[in-house]
């Protein structure tokens, strides 16, 4: 580590701290080249892969798109923005874990919708009919039967 006022490499670690959530270490040093001391920060890099886009557009991943769109399927539903924050560090867990370096929004729309059947029916219907979709009743109605299908099952 180079020291910021003398640019010497030669220091020493005085004190090193954990942050609350345990995501960062706060490191004091000690530069042995001018004696003056600076703090410096250790954290894992998230690499997330680039987003493959149904019509073969790549661009970043945005976890605000995500959030997004889960919010507007859970608008009106008994689920809190701290709920909904849990649902979307899944799925950006779920992307981090993918161990390529570009995947595909089907991926990313269908472990959304995995997580919000588990959540709520009307909101996990209410993503699926946009991320799907739906062009008719019909489609709303197969969907609507493969739900109760797997609750039924669940209940066995």
Same mark, same amino acid.
């Not at 090193?16 to 000690?30: A, H, Q, T």
């Given at each position: 580590m180079k020291c910021p006022f003398c640019t010497s490499r030669e220091n020493? @670690? +005085?004190?090193? /701290?954990?942050?609350?959530? *345990?995501? @960062? +270490?706060?490191? /004091?040093?000690?530069?042995? *080249?001018?004696g003056r001391r600076f703090t410096t920060y250790e954290f894992v890099e998230e690499v997330l892969p680039m987003v493959v886009k149904k019509d073969g557009r790549r661009e970043p991943f945005d976890r605000t798109k995500i959030t997004a769109g889960i919010k507007k399927a859970c608008e009106k539903r008994p689920i809190s923005i701290d709920v909904?924050?849990?649902?979307?560090e899944d799925v950006k867990k779920t992307c981090e874990e993918f161990q390529g370096k570009e995947i595909s929004s089907a991926v990313i729309g269908e472990?959304?919708?995995?997580?919000?059947?588990?959540?709520?029916?009307?909101?996990?219907?209410?993503?699926?009919?946009?991320?799907?979709?739906f062009r008719d009743v019909s489609d709303f109605v197969k969907e609507l039967k493969e739900i109760l299908n797997t609750k039924k099952e669940d209940i066995k």
């Open positions: 020493k @670690v +005085i004190d090193s /701290r954990i942050s609350k959530d *345990g995501d @960062v +270490i706060r490191r /004091r040093r000690e530069c042995l *080249g001018c909904i924050e849990g649902v979307v472990a959304v919708m995995k997580e919000l059947q588990r959540l709520d029916g009307v909101a996990y219907v209410r993503f699926a009919s946009v991320y799907r979709q």
